[in-house]
């Protein structure tokens, strides 16, 4: 949720200055092309040890995809759409929340439902490194324990806690998007 807000609310940021738009969408672009499993030690290093850093990683990862969709769904007005608002004297902020805020939703819930299943496996990888609690420290144990039946069991409920946050962002579109 915390990488898909800070998404939300860069992408609005960047929507309405193109300025800013220029200068920090290529930093968050680098920041975007190192691997996770790179990034999650740093992390970790910074955070220390406990549900911090497994937050912050679930949240880098959700981030970025949320970024891209907000910024392309709330770019697809058409101009023909921007200058009707403009013909009947639309502030920037009716413009906002009448025009693009609903074109933009079928794209945030695209990004939701990548982020639904993507945060998982960050907060997984983040308790890979350092934790001797949670599924992420489950399999790395049973796995250097030779362990299969544990290693599956993990494998299949993480694959289920995926699955059901998928089914919850689902449900929440169908009820947010009527068409």
């Given at each position: ?24 969408f ?56 921007h200058?009707l ?15 693009r ?12 439902r ?38 599956y ?5 993480s ?21």
């Amino acid at each position: 949720v915390i990488g898909n807000l800070a998404g939300v609310l860069l992408a609005v940021v960047f929507v309405h200055s193109r300025i800013l738009q220029a200068a920090y969408f290529p930093v968050v672009l680098f920041f975007n092309t190192i691997p996770i499993l790179a990034l999650s030690p740093i992390i970790i290093l910074i955070f220390g040890l406990g549900m911090t850093p497994k937050i912050v990683i679930a949240a880098v990862i959700c981030f970025f995809p949320t970024l891209v969709n907000m910024i392309r769904g709330l770019d697809s007005a058409s101009d023909n759409e921007h200058e009707l608002f403009r013909v009947l004297s639309a502030t920037r902020w009716e413009i906002f929340w009448s025009l693009r805020l609903p074109r933009a939703l079928p794209m945030l819930f695209s990004s939701l439902r990548i982020a639904s299943a993507t945060a998982v496996i960050g907060a997984i990888v983040g308790e890979w490194i350092g934790s001797d609690k949670g599924l992420g420290a489950l399999i790395i144990q049973a796995t250097f324990n030779y362990q299969s039946d544990r290693l599956y069991a993990a494998i299949v409920l993480s694959s289920s806690l995926s699955i059901a946050m998928f089914s919850i962002v689902v449900l929440l579109e169908r009820r947010a998007i009527r068409y």
